[in-house]
């Protein structure tokens, strides 16, 4: 035995920076595991909760003392650590093709989860919606309407009604229990609708109110109980890409005019363009994007039947409301755009109109971006055959994944954020490990190039679809 162990005054703190407690004495050698004990004991809470340690952005990995080292840190001084709580409940990966549904006639251009996970929703190119029942993973309705391409499919977070837009640019809404079509088509749009998003679930647990973008440049809001659009927003001079309605009572939307446009959704008042990109701007993700998704559905307590939402109106708020402060923390939600011009940019953009970082290194241009559940994470998928992980906060490229040979179309994150799954034009599905950025399982099965990829909320079904026709379901 060489001695006594070296020992060093370490301060936790949470991500904001909040200090827990007072400094405290531990060996230099002191593994993750044994900083999870103490830390938790200081935490005080009833369940024990998974941490990672970060000492200067630097994750300690075996041992304190190999992060101080590597660092070429003092061990004078008190050294600040961060704890960053991660999800209690883990989701496996999804290994194998459990059922390949046919019955659209061509491609399946969106595949949709809705809340809590209890249905699947397909948009294709034969004009239908198709709803699938997943206990079974035998089709369910086939919903007829449409007289072109279903371009655009958005679950309400409630879980009760989809809404689903084409290119003859009118917006259907079907109950996903008996797949008939309820109320009245909302017709107003000149061109194709691009993209749908309803009201949050926490600001009117009716989930009354859909915004709708489309290629004739504006974006309309409806009121789905009375049929009508109830605003018209315009100022985008050319087709709207995108419409993210943020929990915070604003709208987002992006355009083929380089811009990105704030609105307040109350009365459809301008308040800002962000500018910055030097091409169309494809899409938009915004920090609270999947709790806004999954509303009042909590995944950690996923059954493995998944249930409608019970309660009544208020308290399906209240438990969405309460879902959404948490992720949402302290300050206002984030948002990040990706552009045909290879770039993404992080914006706060509830309070200034200037860029938190531009984000380069993509080498074609970038289809989607998402932020994982726990928005620490920036995950953008690009024709250039790589997915980039990027630092939610800062922006800061952190890996690739690389692995496909072909355009990468869609990713979609698992609800644990500790996944990716990601579907592209080399007629595969990968699986990723975020945090090795390793490829965990590659699932090949498609006979051509995959469109749309979805993760279901409550972890148990990947489902993926595109020019095959073929809708697969994938799980563990």
Known sequence: MSGDVERLLIQFQDEGGEALGSPFDVPLDITPDKLQL???ALLQKEEQVPLLFFVRDAEVVSSLGACVKTLGLETEQVLPVVYQPQAVFRVRAVARCT??????????ISVAFSPTGKYLASGSGDTTVRFWDLTTETPHHTARGHTNWVLSIAWSPDGKKLASGCKNSQILLWDPVTGQQIGKTLSGHTKWIT????????LNPECRYLASSSKDCSIRIWDTVLGRCDKILTGHTQSVTCVKWGGDGLL?????????KVWRAKDGVQCRTLQGHAHWVNTLALSTDYVLRTGAFE???ATINPQDLTGSLEEIKERALKRYNKVRGEGPERLVSGSDDFTLFLWNPAEEKKPVARLTGHQALVNEVLFSPDTRLVASASFDKSIKIWDGKTGKYLTSLRGHVGAVYQVAWSADSRLLVSGSSDSTLKVWDVKTSKLNVDLPGHADEVFAVDWSPDGQRVASGGKDKCLRIWRR
């Open 299 to 301: 995944p950690a307590t």
């Open 252 to 260: 987002y939307t992006s355009s083929q005019d380089r811009t990105i």
């Open 99 to 108: 059922s390949s549904l046919q019955g659209h006639t061509e491609a399946v």
């Open 195 to 202: 993209w749908l998003c309803w009201e949050p679930l926490h």
């Open 38 to 40: 103490v830390c938790n």
